[in-house]
């Protein structure tokens, strides 16, 4: 038996192993300690809990209200969930850190299988060190399953390519993944996908018939259609048109051609989202691509990721309405060429001095950052110390950096092990331990805090979603003083939030004030009112 064990361990792939392990430790430590209050978080978490009250698989709301936002593959997962662990935080999280997951490990495999195990390993440390990544996997909102089954796709069509489409399985594997992926986002998750093995079989010089036939684009179409359309039908029948008018044509295509709800910016603003989303080792892009570009000449499989980024990045530059998480679904790829040029260097024992350099600035400028938001953020002075922790990340490439600038021969492998270790592990502290005490902070929690569950709660020209799922209750919303008096004459005891700028509309009202909070990283201030007729 004593032998056995450690045959078993090689056998299962060390450096998998730890994958998993860190991926565990990254997307679930302390899953659900941070509470459900970011807009996109609430509104997701609470409208997959009316569909698994109302038992209603078909019509998504919220508020019980039509909610056209998405499509509802995240609201069976959270409902799902919900029903194995109740309703709470972790539940809403649960599915979102699975994909997260298997985003890593699949990451680790594809790179493993077309280029070697050292490049899948660091491909996934390259993942996990993206602390956007860890936190986007750690909330309740749609885009993690969007770039797992984007990426599965895209993974299994090349395969099928690389096997000189005898491996039917897999192409049956891509079709299910786009007809799912319809179901988690939209349109997106075909467009994206097709268009990049598309432009990737020109690059080939084998866009024609006979590869049409062979990918078999018109059984995927049906396979498509079997997956996703059964639902869009029900839910276009079920309100008259009204999901179906709105998701597309507002959802969709007013948000690609005009930007929606002021997430705007100029051009090149989603390649700034990458470069900071994909830090520490977006620091070596620029001298990664000279190399990339001339090994994509050559190499097939790096033309093929280099196309795939290049596709996603370019389809979210264009777009209008421009947010950090729309181009993540390039993160998966782009990790992989990243992984690919490190392990050149690190072959070379090339120096990377001065990239250690601006790593070690970013890093201090964390804690020091930090520092001064406990200073001068009145929802932050409750949290003097917050910024200690992170005083690790600057002091881990400090000593990568001494590698760097003492060791006779560059120790470049420890170095880069060392600033990815660095992120990664600040990354924990900051997932499980920075964003919970922070956002335990957010003035929904405080004003529940004076009555824990308030007869009527109504809201005054603004709104938290967060109050739905907290309070698990619709929450009146009123736009006039006239409405409000109205409303309250039948509900006196019904609680009253609205924020400073607006309290000037009810001066001349009976109204007294039991509290203040300001918002988390914002400059509104939520008031809580009390009827005084």
């Given at each position: ?16 192993l ?15 300690k ?20 109302k ?5 998504p ?64 440390l ?37 096997s ?46 006979k590869t ?28 008259h ?16 051609v ?90 070379a ?9 601006v ?12 520092f ?114 109205q ?9 009253i ?27 509104h ?9």
């Amino acid at each position: 038996m004593g032998n056995y064990l450690p045959k078993l361990f090689v056998a299962a792939d060390r450096r998998l192993l730890i994958v998993i392990v860190l991926c565990a430790i990254t997307f679930f430590l302390n899953l659900g300690k941070a509470p459900i209050y970011i807009l996109d978080e609430a509104k997701n978490a609470q409208c997959a809990r009316e569909m698994l009250q109302k038992h209603n698989w078909v019509v998504p709301t919220f508020n019980q209200t039509l909610r056209t936002d998405k499509p509802p593959l995240h609201y069976f997962f959270m409902s799902a969930a919900y029903t194995i662990f109740g309703v709470n935080p972790f539940a809403a999280r649960f599915f979102s850190a699975i994909c997260g997951l298997l985003i890593v490990v699949l990451t680790y495999r594809f790179a493993a299988k077309h280029i070697n195990k050292q490049v899948g390993f660091i491909s996934a440390l390259i993942l996990l060190g993206s602390w956007q990544t860890g936190l986007e996997m750690r909330m309740a909102v749609p885009d993690p399953y969007l770039i797992l089954l984007m990426m599965l796709a895209l993974y299994k069509a090349y395969d099928f390519y690389n096997s000189s489409y005898t491996k039917t399985s897999r192409i049956i594997i891509f079709y299910i993944c786009l007809g799912l992926g319809m179901l988690s986002k939209g349109p997106v998750a075909i467009l994206l996908p097709l268009l990049i093995i598309l432009i990737f079989l020109a690059a080939q010089k084998q866009l024609n018939i006979k590869t049409f036939a062979q990918f078999k684009f018109g059984y995927g179409l049906l396979i498509i259609a079997a997956i996703s359309l059964p639902w869009y039908f029900l839910v276009h029948q079920q309100t008259h048109g009204e999901w179906t008018r709105e998701f597309f044509f507002t959802q969709n295509l007013r948000r690609f051609v005009h930007p929606k709800e002021g997430h705007g910016g100029f051009f090149f603003v989603p390649l700034l989202f990458v470069l900071i989303g994909m830090l520490p080792t977006s620091v070596f892009i620029v001298q990664a691509c000279r190399q990339i570009y001339h090994k994509a000449k050559t190499n097939t499989f790096i033309r093929f990721l280099s196309i795939s980024v290049l596709v996603i990045a370019v389809f979210f530059v264009v777009s209008r309405t421009k947010l950090p998480n729309y181009p993540m679904p390039c993160y998966p790829f782009l990790s992989i060429l990243l992984g690919y040029y490190l392990q050149q260097i690190i072959n070379a024992n090339q120096a990377i001095k001065w990239q250690t350099i601006v790593i070690l600035v970013i890093g201090l400028a964390v804690p020091v950052a930090l520092f001064i938001l406990t200073k001068t953020d009145p929802t932050l002075k409750t949290l003097p110390t917050l910024w200690i922790p992170f005083l690790l990340l600057p002091l881990g490439i400090v000593v990568a950096l001494y590698y760097q600038l003492t060791a006779k021969r560059y120790k470049t492998r420890a170095s880069i092990f060392l600033v990815l270790a660095s992120f990664i592990v600040t990354g924990w502290i900051l997932h499980a331990y920075a964003y919970p005490k922070v956002y335990n902070q957010n003035p929904v929690n405080r004003i529940l805090q004076l009555q824990q569950r308030p007869q009527q709660l109504v809201s005054y020209r603004m709104y938290n979603a967060a109050f739905n799922f907290q309070l698990n209750q619709p929450v009146v919303r009123i736009e006039s003083p006239d409405s409000l008096i109205q409303y309250l004459n039948a509900h006196p005891k019904a609680q009253i939030v609205t924020r400073e700028k607006y309290l000037h509309e009810l001066d001349s009202l009976p109204f007294s004030v039991r509290g203040a909070y300001k918002d988390i990283f914002e400059a509104h201030t939520n008031y809580v009112l009390r009827y005084k007729p």
